[in-house]
């Protein structure tokens, strides 16, 4: 069925209520908007875990360089782990999070 949105405007489908919906849709159609729906949920969930993750790693990292730049309570470390410290966090933070998005949101052929 379709409904004329106004004049000049084209046709437009009606949407269906819950209970039109649940009857004129298959089970294979329902069973596949399940799947997909929960597909997103747990790519949602993943995402939100590992950049919390990301984060705080992150937020750790640039708490001790900031200690370290003003010798907050005695804190003293070397120079060569701080460099280390800086490059292995832009590492971790830029490939893994790559390597998460690209696992999640590639097209599967």
């Known amino acids: 069925m379709t409904v004329l949105s106004g ?3 084209e046709e ?4 269906l209520s819950p209970t039109e919906f649940a009857v004129s849709v ?22 939100t875990f590992l950049f919390w993750m990301y984060g ?10 900031f200690l370290q730049g003003f010798r907050l309570g005695g ?3 070397d ?21 998460v998005y690209g696992g999640l949101f590639k097209q599967r052929r």
């Open 7 to 9: 004049p000049g405007e």
């Open 56 to 65: 705080f790693a992150l937020a750790s990292t640039i708490t001790i360089i």
């Open 26 to 47: 298959s089970v294979d159609e329902r069973i596949q908007l399940q799947e997909s729906n929960s597909g997103i949920a747990h790519r949602r969930t993943a995402m």
């Open 79 to 99: 120079a060569a782990f701080l460099n280390w410290l800086g490059g292995a966090t832009v590492g971790e933070i830029g490939i893994l999070a790559g390597m």
């Open 12 to 15: 437009q489908p009606d949407k």
């Open 75 to 77: 804190f003293q470390l």
